[in-house]
Every structure is written in C-alpha cells, then in structure tokens.
C-alpha cells in the first residue's frame, strides 16, 4: 500500500457508497470526489484489493467504476502495473479552461439561483474559507476553497446536469492544480478575484460578473500553460 492513497481509502472506507449502495456509478463519484479534495494525487497507483475492502465492492464494480472514470480522463490504466490517478498535460489544461469559459460565466449571467439569497451565500462562504484558509499560509486550503467557489457558481445555473459536468471538470482542476503546486503566488491573486465575483453577483450585476470571471479564466489558463511549458529545474 503506498501512503499517498492512504488518506482516499480512509475516507472512501467512511463514504456514503459503503452505506448505500455498491453500484459502480456511486463507486465512480465516491473516488472522483476524492481527487476533487485533493487526496489522490497524479501518478498514484490504486490498488485494486485496498480499494475493494475500503468501499466494501467486488472487484467486477471496482473494475467498471476504474472504467468509467477512465473514459472521463480521471484514472490512466498501464499495461501489467495497475490503474493510476491520471496526470494532465498541455492540451488538458486548454481544453478543461475552454469548457470551463463556456459554462462557468453563462451560469452567473443565465442562473436560475443567482438571485438565491442561499446560493449566493455559497459563493461568500467559499471565498471566506479560502481567506481563512491564507490567514493560516495553508495554501492548500485556499485550493480546496477555490475548488468549492467554482462548484458553487455553476451551481447558480440550477442545473442537475451542470453539476454532475462540473464535477468531471474539478476534479480535472485539482490533477493539474497539483501539477503546478501549493504556491502562494498562484493562488493567492485568484482568492480576491473569487470575492470580485462574489460581490458582483450579490449585488445583482450578473453581466459584470460573467465578465470578470472570463478575464480570471483566461488569465488562469495562460499562467497554468505557461508554468507547465517551463523547461525542467527552472
């Protein structure tokens, strides 16, 4: 058992799957769930056995859930060596933020819930956690923070179908988050931007706001394709 999965299988052990269901279905969003909170990190093998009694599946589930989570770019299968946490590269990161400025201003503009007084203060929670979160110089929690801002705004679309989508593209995030690193100089600028957004969709100017958070995606994206385009030891 390697220790970097260690903290996934105790908290997949805890997870609703184990109580509810054992569907691949419900197996695929208890590990992607772990990937969007930052305990499967790129490049980590997941041992078919460990995960099989943690999530109390067979491994024919185990198997079809490895599948699907497969096809959505989450997992990498290698030949004779096992199942992986995938790690993204160049043409990831523009075709995740290309998703992401197509759907992520249309939901504050469009949303159904934008003027939702509760899904509204989703936004303010997330961003008060990532400001408590750079109090602290836990630069992790301010991307656990971001993580739970960006679900919150597609969440103002009010769309079931959103939601499951987003959840693909953040747990998409958190892989090439992890390729960049816990840095304070990246993340730190985006903390303020989120409160921008925030205020601007509390304040009913839904427009404003959509602009805003398309200039921060097209901003994120340069600075992620540029630090990943850096030459080794740079």
Request: proline letters at 4%.
């Amino acid at each position: 058992m390697t220790d970097p999965a260690r903290s996934a299988l105790d908290a997949l052990a805890q997870a609703r799957v184990v109580q509810t269901s054992s569907t691949a279905e419900r197996v695929a969003d208890a590990v992607r769930e772990q990937v969007v909170e930052g305990l499967l990190l790129p490049g980590v093998r997941l041992p078919e056995v460990a995960f099989c009694e943690a999530l109390a599946v067979s491994r024919n589930t185990l198997r079809e859930a490895f599948s699907q989570l497969i096809a959505e770019r989450i997992l990498a299968r290698e030949q004779h060596r096992g199942v992986f946490v995938r790690t993204p590269g160049l043409a990831d990161v523009r075709d995740v933020y290309r998703v992401r400025r197509l759907v992520e201003p249309a939901a504050v503009r469009h949303g159904v819930q934008a003027q939702d007084p509760g899904a509204v203060k989703g936004l303010a929670a997330a961003v008060e956690e990532g400001r408590a979160a750079a109090a602290q110089q836990d630069w992790a929690g301010v991307a656990d923070a971001n993580q739970h801002f960006h679900r919150a705004v597609v969440g103002l679309a009010g769309s079931e179908r959103l939601d499951a989508q987003m959840a693909l593209l953040l747990a998409e995030m958190r892989l090439i988050f992890h390729r960049v690193g816990v840095r304070e100089d990246f993340h730190a600028p985006y903390l303020e931007r989120n409160g921008t957004v925030a205020d601007l969709v509390g304040q009913g100017r839904p427009d404003e706001a959509a602009g805003e958070l398309d200039a921060y995606l097209a901003d994120a994206e340069a600075r992620i394709v540029a630090a990943l385009d850096e030459p080794a030891g740079t």
